[in-house]
């Protein structure tokens, strides 16, 4: 057959890409176990870093089970619990309904000395792709207590730099509220007045990844508005 | 004609030289866009040359098995396509064994698919040889690569850390805290990428006046 022609060429590219697609849906198959358990690994260790408790791929499980363990549920738009595991909801697929029917997990952390620090869940869209995060609010409802943030591929070194302990550890302190009214935090560019509580400063060359990331805190600050409001009406009973 | 020893003087070059005076980076200068990204610690320069090798044995390997049977006016598309379809394996090898470490290489190891050091080795050496003669210049070329990103990252992050991170040991640190009583501070400007360059240049610096073969007339 003559191999410069072209129903040669087409056979070939055929048969090549049928072969390829084939090999490589049967190894994802085969590994899609062990990295969905990965996964989940990791998000614990994103949840406890919210409240900062380092934990590695091996002792992940059990700090979880310590500090959160079966503490988490799902709460909606009102405020309310709704049935549910929450460390099974998707924001993903929360993200695509409106704000007013998501379900939004919360994690109870119960620190040694009886604290309890309330972590919410977020997500969001940066510049190349989703990212997310987690914000623990200490049980006044309105203060952070702590947060850590993730991304799917923010270019390194410029958005990816939310990922930080720097840029994270600028939210400590900071507050949602302003005299009982939703304020959220933003991000901003050249640097927010460092008495601000509600400023923090953005990540230099990363424009568009922190834009992304004032957005997800404003939509899922107001998502979870109800829910911080009567964590602060609990606080001063 | 008689069967040429596997590991013949002519052979062995195939290995030899990639790692010495034909050196992938300092010598051709390719691959520098990843040598810059992950060096700033140890154990993701390792990962990263011992994923690219295995790339580069593998495309090189395939590649000249069927170099007879590829049309030549497609032939780049295979080549990327056998490079890209290796690259995802490793990928999702990497995420069902290494989470870790490939979260922190993120999208580098799908940037192995674009590293010149492949397609240059694919179109210039594996489409006109046989297939053991392929695989050597392969291990040759992807040793020479991870030699100097092991360097580099070495440097790196001994002086922008004051640790040295090996894969199943964890971060090392090697610096003792002495040092750092007595005033020592960790250089924070090898963490960013310009060091990689300039450590890069030292090496190249040093190569260039000890190897004669490379001093330019």
């Known amino acids: 057959m003559n191999k410069q022609g072209n129903a040669y060429t087409f056979i070939y590219a ?5 072969v390829v697609a084939a090999l490589l849906a049967f190894v994802s198959q085969a590994l899609k176990p062990r990295q969905e358990r990965n996964e989940m690994v990791a998000k614990k260790i994103d949840i406890l870093q919210s409240i900062k408790v380092a934990a590695t791929s091996a002792d992940a499980e059990q700090k979880y089970e310590e500090v959160i363990g079966a503490h988490s549920y799902i709460v909606d ?11 099974d909801v998707d924001l993903a697929v929360e993200l695509r309904k409106p704000a007013e029917e998501r379900l939004y997990p919360v994690y109870e952390a119960h620190l040694e000395g009886g604290e309890v620090k309330y972590i919410l869940q977020l997500r969001g869209a940066g510049l190349w792709g989703p990212i997310w995060g987690y914000v623990s609010v200490n049980s006044d409802g309105n203060s952070i207590y702590g947060a850590t943030f993730g991304h799917k591929g923010e270019t390194p070194g410029l958005g990816a730099e939310i990922e930080n302990d720097g840029f994270q550890d600028q939210f400590v302190g900071k507050q949602i509220f302003d005299n009982g009214t939703l304020k959220s935090i933003a991000v901003v560019k050249g640097g927010g007045s460092a008495g601000n509580v509600h400023q923090v400063d953005a990540v230099s060359g990363g424009t568009i990844t922190s834009q992304g990331l004032e957005n997800m805190l404003g939509d899922f600050f107001k998502g979870y508005e109800s829910f911080l409001k009567n964590l602060e009406r609990a606080s001063h009973e | 004609m008689s069967k040429e ?22 010598t051709q200068v390719l691959g ?29 390997l395939i590649i000249s098995l069927i170099r007879n049977s590829i049309p030549s006016r497609i032939r780049i598309i295979v080549q990327l396509v056998i490079v890209a379809a290796l690259v995802i394996l490793v990928d999702q090898i990497l995420k069902a064994f290494a989470y870790d470490v490939s979260r922190q290489l993120s999208v580098f190891v ?23 003669p392929s695989v050597l210049d392969a291990v040759g070329n992807g040793a020479g690569y991870g030699l100097i990103l092991i360097i580099v990252a070495f440097f790196r992050e001994l002086f922008g850390s004051g640790t040295l991170t090996l894969p199943g040991l964890g971060e090392l640190q090697v610096i003792p805290q002495v040092f750092y009583d007595w005033g020592y501070v960790n250089n924070g400007f090898m963490i960013l990428p310009p060091m990689a360059l300039i450590v890069l240049g030292i090496i190249i610096w040093v190569q260039r006046s000890r190897n004669k073969e490379l001093i330019e007339s």
């Open chain 2, 110 to 132: 799908g940037l192995i698919i674009t590293n010149c050091i492949l397609m240059g080795r694919l179109e210039a050496f594996a489409l006109g040889n046989k297939p053991w």
């Open chain 2, 5 to 26: 020893p596997l590991f013949s003087a002519k052979n062995l070059k195939l290995i030899t030289g990639p790692i010495g005076s034909q050196n992938p980076i300092t």
């Open chain 1, 77 to 87: 738009f009102s405020g309310n619990k709704v049935e549910g595991v929450a460390f």
């Open chain 2, 32 to 60: 520098i866009c990843s040598a810059l990204a992950v060096t700033a610690k140890l154990e993701p320069a390792i990962v990263m040359s011992i994923s690219v090798i295995a790339v580069l044995v593998f495309a090189n």
């Open chain 1, 14 to 18: 055929a048969v090549m890409v049928v």
